[in-house]
């Protein structure tokens, strides 16, 4: 899963980066400090692995983990090249969604592209960015369609039908994603690789200590983000930093001395899988005990070809234990005379937690 970090320069998004991949990507207080994208491996903190660990006795845990990509700060004509814009807009169409960070905080001291502070401004114009780059491409696209629909073409004449839904809505400004489609309308959505379509976690970047004028920053991200049905963070990219500089300890009294209860790396990964619709599966063994990402609704040949594509084309079973089952039996042998031990087939559909070992032929 990769995820680009975008916002207008200067609003935290390589704070916040740092803070999440340890990347140590460069940050510093003028506008384009970043230009070629900065890419960072996240791990997915996951407490049932280090149970599992110690259940087995395992030598290895490999959590799941997420791509962050820090993308180039956009400004207002980017969909005309504006800034970097041509860069920015082909690095958002590498990724599977966006983390769009929006400044709520008030420091005079970092310099911006703007004199005030405004999240309803600061959204309006990277999704208008968005939107205006969609547009170009959607007009493009709806010439040609519109020539093999004259000729009867049954896809082409789909295509223009989905076309014309989605043009309206950019032309008033807003982003694709607000449209709903169905399961087959979003097969021709995914082929037109519009960048408005693209899932949104807005992250609200507050200071240390939240003021009314920051609350009421944060309220805005949230109506807007409730009406475009994407997700919130509210975080303090400051503190994350700070906080990735602790040993774990350390980092445990810190939380607790400001009231949090999880870090903004949980709450973005949390967020995240949340946005994307994904869960984990589990496998588990002395050797090593790790988690797998899929998407909800995966089937378990495909959730073993996450594995080793020769375990989804040699499938014929696999053997499933639900996580809590497990640690209650506290073996496989013991769930497996208890009955909690299940034999499914190919249209299993996985669920998030299951222990699984996968039968298949070589």
């Known amino acids: 899963m990769k995820i680009g970090v975008v916002g207008l320069p200067n609003v935290g998004k390589s704070t ?29 903190k996951d407490e049932r692995l280090t149970v599992l ?38 690095h958002i169409r590498e990724v599977d969604a966006i983390v769009q960070v929006v400044r709520c905080f008030e420091n005079e001291k970092i310099v911006s592209v703007y004199d005030t502070v405004d999240p309803l401004r600061d959204i ?31 896809t082409a004449i789909a295509e223009v039908e ?19 489609f169905s399961d087959e309308e979003q097969k021709i959505v995914k082929s037109l690789f519009l960048l408005s379509t693209k899932k949104v976690i807005y992250c609200a970047n507050v200071s240390e200590n939240i003021s009314e004028k ?34 774990e300890d350390e980092k445990e009294l810190f939380k607790a001395e400001l009231g949090l209860t999880e870090s903004g790396l949980d709450k973005l990964v949390n967020a ?55 640690i209650s039996c506290k073996s496989w042998l013991t769930a497996k005379e208890k009955g909690k031990l299940r034999l499914e087939g190919k249209e299993y559909i996985m669920q998030n937690g299951d222990v699984v070992l996968f039968r298949f032929n070589n």
């Open 53 to 90: 660990g110690e259940l087995y006795k395992t030598k290895k845990i490999t959590p799941a983990s997420i791509e962050f990509v820090d993308i180039a700060g956009l400004v207002a004509g980017a969909s005309k090249g504006e800034g970097l814009g041509n860069k920015f807009l082909s």
């Open 16 to 44: 916040l980066f740092n803070a999440l991949s340890k990347a140590g990507a460069e940050s510093a207080n003028y506008p384009f400090c970043t230009i070629e994208p900065n890419i960072g491996i996240v791990d997915v």
């Open 124 to 154: 309006e114009v990277i999704n208008l960015e968005l939107v205006l780059a969609d547009l170009e491409t959607l007009e493009k696209r709806l010439e040609k369609s519109n020539k093999l629909a004259k000729q009867n073409d049954k």
């Open 162 to 180: 989905i076309l014309n839904k989605i043009k309206p809505i950019l032309e008033q400004g807003k982003p694709a994603r607000i449209i709903k």
């Open 272 to 326: 995240s899988y949340s946005l994307l619709g994904l869960i984990s599966f589990l496998t588990a063994g002395e050797q090593e005990c790790r988690a797998w990402t899929i998407e909800k609704g995966t089937k378990a040949p495909q959730a073993a070809g996450k594995i080793h594509t020769d375990f989804e084309k040699g499938f014929i079973k696999a053997e499933i234990v639900n996580y809590d089952d497990l």
């Open 214 to 247: 920051e609350q009421k920053n944060i309220d805005i991200v949230r109506q807007i983000a409730k009406n475009e049905g994407a997700e919130v963070v509210v975080l303090c990219a400051k503190i994350e930093e700070e906080l990735i500089a602790l040993d």
